[in-house]
């Protein structure tokens, strides 16, 4: 008797590729950090370091806030364009840059699929985890679809991407350019340059300045939700560095910068405290109300996305706001492609 047949809409064995590229050097890159930071006159981490799991669940609680606005619209913009993006750009492959659970890919996933183009999805991630279980379910809900998932940090492992099988779209979504300083964010998206081909395209997403009260807001919400995802940087240190700061010592503080157009997340020390990060053997003082900056999101202007991705020989195609004109995404390609 031969062995029966599988199902047709079950992904193929190859249907899923996961490639890892963390190493010791990943490991090495909070300790590294946050020797750095927790040494400067004006103490800083940067906020990738927010993201373990307790970080990521929090932070997916902050996208459901009434506050927190750049979610839904950037969602809804994808709902109102997604088909003229698939259009415009013909894509067979959609890659994206800290992919994270994919919900919002979904969208642009169906757009593709309804074109009869798509072909592979390439999520880029730190979290292998969360890559393999939504590799699981996008071959399950789109048959044929492959997926190459790549574990790694985009910051450092953007040469490490799959060869392009086609035209495609690589999605750098939640308005994360953000957190770049202005010169770190030209040399990232130089390096996001030198990836595509003439036919591929860049699809950013960017929150837009606007009035500092609703920015404000977006970052110190009512019900103390950023202020916990805020401090969790601090358990991620005494976790992964054996530090013993305590988070209640530290005040949440969000602040617009109306000369550099950012908000501000800071920890701010409620009295004099001391603290030991073990795996570096280095103590940290901190004076009553001295802080430590944990991240920085810049707001933009058409202008000014248009000039950083001109610094990485980049054209603007389209630019693409919700109604209310709160968050925009940008599509652009290699210029004179």
């Not at 500092?212 to 970052?219: F, M």
Request: net charge negative.
């Amino acid at each position: 008797m031969e062995p029966a047949s599988p199902p047709e809409d079950a992904p193929s064995p190859t249907a899923v590729v996961i490639d890892s590229h963390l190493d010791g050097a990943h490991d090495r890159s909070l300790a590294d950090d946050a020797l750095d930071g927790l040494t400067r006159p004006f103490k800083e981490l940067p906020p990738k370091h927010f993201y373990d799991a307790r970080g990521a669940e929090l932070f997916d609680r902050i996208c459901e806030l009434p506050e927190y606005y750049p979610t839904r619209a950037e969602r809804a913009i994808l709902e109102l364009r997604a088909e003229e993006i698939a259009a415009v750009t013909g894509a067979v492959e959609l890659v994206e840059l800290g992919s994270g659970t994919a919900a919002k890919t979904r969208v642009l996933l169906d757009a593709l699929d309804a074109a009869g183009t798509l072909q592979r999805y390439v999520p880029v991630d730190v979290t292998e985890q969360m890559v393999r279980e939504s590799a699981d379910e996008l071959t399950g809900e789109y048959p044929g679809l492959q997926v190459h998932g790549v574990i790694g940090d985009f910051e450092r492992h953007l040469d490490r991407l799959p060869p392009a099988s086609g035209p495609r779209v690589v999605a750098f979504l939640g308005g994360t350019i953000g957190n770049f300083p202005p010169g770190s964010r030209r040399r990232f998206l130089r390096g996001i340059g030198r990836l595509l081909g003439p036919e591929d395209h860049l699809l950013m997403g960017t929150d837009l300045v606007k009035d500092p009260g609703v920015l404000t807001a977006a970052y110190d919400d009512s019900q103390g939700v950023t202020a916990a995802f805020n401090r969790n940087v601090l358990v991620v240190l005494n976790r992964e560095l054996g530090a013993n700061f305590d988070p209640d010592d530290f005040d949440h503080v969000a602040m617009f910068d109306p000369v550099h157009e950012w908000i501000e997340m800071r920890l701010r020390a409620r009295h004099e405290l001391t603290a030991f990060v073990g795996e570096l053997d280095l103590t940290v003082h901190f004076d009553a109300g001295e802080e430590l900056r944990t991240e920085i999101s810049a707001k933009f202007t058409p202008e000014r996305v248009e000039g950083d991705l001109a610094a990485a020989g980049l054209e603007l195609v389209s630019w693409l706001t919700d109604p209310q004109e709160l968050f925009a995404l940008s599509l652009s390609r290699p210029a004179g492609g």
